[in-house]
C-alpha cells in the first residue's frame, strides 16, 4: 500500500484554548526538523485544526515513521491514502481496493467512521458510513460490524480529496520541544542522566547540557560515550549544546584537601556550581540531573539537601521516585541502555570513597569547603574557561 500522507494526532496540545495555535505551530517545526534527513519531500501543514505531513513522490516509509515517532507531542501516526474525488461509486471501490491491501485477513470486525470537512459533499457522514459499510460487507462476507470494539476503525475524510486510514502508530507523547524554556543536563556515562534528559524534553523543554570529563582517570573513549549518548538523545530532543569539562585539577584539590567520606559530596556540589554557571549563562531555566532517592549514597534525602543548597536555580529531578528496573526500561526503550553500560569510567567512579557519607550535615560540609579557599577561585575559573563546547545532532 502507498501512502501519500501522515495525519499527526496530538494529545495535550488540544487543550491549550487561545494559545494552542502556537503549540501547533512548534509541533510542525519539529516535525520538519526530524524529518530534514529524510530522503524524500514532505510539505507539512495546518488544515482544519489538524497537523498533515504530504509526501511529494518516493520516499522512504520505515525511515519516515521512524523520525515522526521521535517528536514529542505525537501520540499517533495515521498513514493516510489519499485518492481524487470521482464519486461515491469509485470511492466504494477504493476502499474495497484499501481493505483488501491492508487487511489479507479478513476475518475481522470494522467500523467506518466518516468526517465530512467539504460541506457540499451529497452525502453527510451516518450516510457515507451506512454506505460504505454495507460495500465492505458485500465484498467480504466474513468481516462483521462492531460499532464499539472494532478490529479496524475505517476513517473517511472527505475534503478537496479523500482521505482513507485505519492505522494509528503510537507517538513518543508529551510536549514539543522548546515550548516550555530550555534546562542544563547534567550528563554522565551512567544510565540514568540520558533517561532523565529524554524525560524532561518530553515535557516541551530544550535541553543543554554538561559533562565532567577527569583526564588521564578517564579515557577519551569515556568522552566519547557521552558524545554518544547526547546523540542518541538528540534524536528526540533536537540538537544539544555539550560543555565538556576538565574536572581532573578541581577533583585532585577536593581530595587533597577534604575528609574522603565527603568527597562524593563537596565533588558534587562542584559540579553544580559549574552547571549553574553555564545554565545562568546561556539562559536556562533550571538544572536536570538522573538522581533518584537512595539509589546511591549521594543521592539519599540528606544528600540531596546539602547539594540542592549549593544551586540558586531549580534542581529538576524526573526519576526521583523510580527504581533501577524502571529507569532501565526506559533507556532500553530509547536506545540509550547499551551505549550507557559500556564499561568506560566516568569521573564520579574514579574519585570515590570507600565509605561515603549518607547523613551529610551542610554546616560540616560547608566548613570543610573553607578548606580549598585558596585554590579553588582559580581552578572553578579555569574549568568554566576551558571548557569545550560540541554541538551534538
Same mark, same amino acid.
Given at each position: 500500500?502507498?501512502?501519500?500522507?501522515?495525519?499527526?494526532?496530538?494529545?495535550?496540545?488540544?487543550?491549550?484554548?487561545?494559545?494552542?495555535?502556537?503549540?501547533?505551530?512548534?509541533?510542525?517545526?519539529?516535525?520538519?526538523?526530524?524529518?530534514?534527513?529524510?530522503?524524500?519531500?514532505?510539505?507539512?501543514?495546518?488544515?482544519?485544526?489538524?497537523?498533515?505531513?504530504?509526501?511529494?513522490?518516493?520516499?522512504?516509509?520505515?525511515?519516515?515513521?521512524?523520525?515522526?515517532?521521535?517528536?514529542?507531542?505525537?501520540?499517533?501516526?495515521?498513514?493516510?491514502?489519499?485518492?481524487?474525488?470521482?464519486?461515491?461509486?469509485?470511492?466504494?471501490?477504493?476502499?474495497?481496493?484499501?481493505?483488501?491491501?491492508?487487511?489479507?485477513?479478513?476475518?475481522?470486525?470494522?467500523?467506518?467512521?466518516?468526517?465530512?470537512?467539504?460541506?457540499?459533499?451529497?452525502?453527510?457522514?451516518?450516510?457515507?458510513?451506512?454506505?460504505? #459499510?454495507?460495500?465492505?460487507?458485500? &465484498?467480504? @462476507?466474513?468481516?462483521?460490524?462492531? $460499532?464499539?470494539?472494532? *478490529? !479496524?476503525? =475505517?476513517?473517511?475524510?472527505?475534503?478537496?480529496?479523500?482521505?482513507?486510514?485505519?492505522?494509528?502508530?503510537?507517538?513518543?507523547?508529551?510536549?514539543?520541544?522548546?515550548?516550555?524554556?530550555?534546562?542544563?543536563?547534567?550528563?554522565?556515562?551512567?544510565?540514568?542522566?540520558?533517561?532523565?534528559?529524554?524525560?524532561?524534553?518530553?515535557?516541551?523543554?530544550?535541553?543543554?547540557?554538561?559533562?565532567?570529563?577527569?583526564?588521564?582517570?578517564?579515557?577519551?573513549?569515556?568522552?566519547?560515550?557521552?558524545?554518544?549518548?547526547? #546523540?542518541?538523545?538528540?534524536?528526540? &530532543?533536537? @540538537?544539544?549544546?555539550?560543555?565538556? $569539562?576538565?574536572?581532573? *585539577? !578541581?577533583? =585532585?584539590?577536593?581530595?587533597?584537601?577534604?575528609?574522603?567520606?565527603?568527597?562524593?559530596?563537596?565533588?558534587?556540589?562542584?559540579?553544580?556550581?559549574?552547571?549553574?554557571?553555564?545554565?545562568?549563562?546561556?539562559?536556562?531555566?533550571?538544572?536536570?540531573?538522573?538522581?533518584?532517592?537512595?539509589?546511591?549514597?549521594?543521592?539519599?534525602?540528606?544528600?540531596?539537601?546539602?547539594?540542592?543548597?549549593?544551586?540558586?536555580?531549580?534542581?529538576?529531578?524526573?526519576?526521583?521516585?523510580?527504581?533501577?528496573?524502571?529507569?532501565?526500561?526506559?533507556?532500553?526503550?530509547?536506545?540509550?541502555?547499551?551505549?550507557?553500560?559500556?564499561?568506560?569510567?566516568?569521573?564520579?567512579?574514579?574519585?570515590?570513597?570507600?565509605?561515603?557519607?549518607?547523613?551529610?550535615?551542610?554546616?560540616?560540609?560547608?566548613?570543610?569547603?573553607?578548606?580549598?579557599?585558596?585554590?579553588?577561585?582559580?581552578?572553578?575559573?579555569?574549568?568554566?574557561?576551558?571548557?569545550?563546547?560540541?554541538?551534538?545532532?
Amino acid at each position: 500500500m502507498e501512502f501519500h500522507s501522515f495525519l499527526i494526532k496530538y494529545g495535550e496540545i488540544g487543550i491549550k484554548g487561545k494559545n494552542r495555535y502556537l503549540f501547533e505551530d512548534a509541533l510542525m517545526r519539529q516535525i520538519k526538523f526530524a524529518l530534514k534527513e529524510v530522503d524524500g519531500k514532505f510539505f507539512v501543514h495546518k488544515c482544519h485544526g489538524r497537523v498533515y505531513v504530504d509526501c511529494e513522490g518516493r520516499y522512504d516509509y520505515e525511515e519516515t515513521v521512524e523520525r515522526l515517532k521521535s517528536v514529542f507531542g505525537i501520540v499517533g501516526i495515521c498513514p493516510v491514502v489519499r485518492i481524487e474525488d470521482k464519486g461515491f461509486e469509485e470511492l466504494q471501490k477504493d476502499v474495497i481496493h484499501f481493505i483488501e491491501e491492508m487487511y489479507p485477513d479478513k476475518k475481522k470486525t470494522f467500523k467506518v467512521e466518516a468526517r465530512r470537512a467539504k460541506k457540499q459533499y451529497p452525502m453527510n457522514s451516518m450516510e457515507i458510513n451506512c454506505e460504505l #459499510g454495507g460495500a465492505i460487507l458485500d &465484498a467480504f @462476507p466474513e468481516m462483521k460490524v462492531d $460499532v464499539h470494539h472494532p *478490529d !479496524i476503525r =475505517l476513517n473517511v475524510e472527505i475534503r478537496e480529496e479523500i482521505y482513507l486510514y485505519s492505522e494509528i502508530i503510537p507517538g513518543p507523547g508529551g510536549m514539543p520541544v522548546g515550548t516550555n524554556g530550555s534546562a542544563m543536563l547534567l550528563l554522565s556515562g551512567g544510565i540514568d542522566s540520558p533517561v532523565a534528559g529524554y524525560m524532561v524534553a518530553k515535557r516541551g523543554v530544550e535541553l543543554e547540557a554538561v559533562y565532567f570529563h577527569a583526564p588521564p582517570y578517564t579515557s577519551e573513549r569515556a568522552k566519547e560515550k557521552v558524545v554518544d549518548l547526547a #546523540g542518541i538523545v538528540s534524536k528526540y &530532543a533536537g @540538537p544539544i549544546k555539550l560543555h565538556v $569539562v576538565n574536572f581532573t *585539577d !578541581i577533583q =585532585l584539590y577536593i581530595y587533597e584537601q577534604c575528609p574522603h567520606e565527603e568527597l562524593t559530596i563537596i565533588m558534587r556540589r562542584y559540579m553544580m556550581k559549574i552547571a549553574e554557571y553555564f545554565a545562568k549563562k546561556d539562559g536556562c531555566l533550571g538544572l536536570v540531573t538522573g538522581e533518584s532517592i537512595g539509589q546511591v549514597a549521594s543521592q539519599t534525602m540528606q544528600s540531596l539537601a546539602v547539594t540542592n543548597a549549593v544551586c540558586t536555580m531549580p534542581v529538576y529531578r524526573p526519576l526521583i521516585g523510580f527504581d533501577k528496573k524502571e529507569i532501565v526500561e526506559i533507556s532500553e526503550k530509547i536506545d540509550t541502555y547499551e551505549t550507557s553500560i559500556q564499561p568506560y569510567e566516568d569521573c564520579c567512579t574514579i574519585f570515590v570513597a570507600k565509605h561515603p557519607v549518607t547523613k551529610p550535615n551542610l554546616e560540616r560540609i560547608e566548613k570543610s569547603e573553607e578548606n580549598l579557599n585558596e585554590k579553588m577561585a582559580s581552578l572553578f575559573r579555569e574549568a568554566v574557561e576551558t571548557a569545550e563546547i560540541i554541538l551534538v545532532k
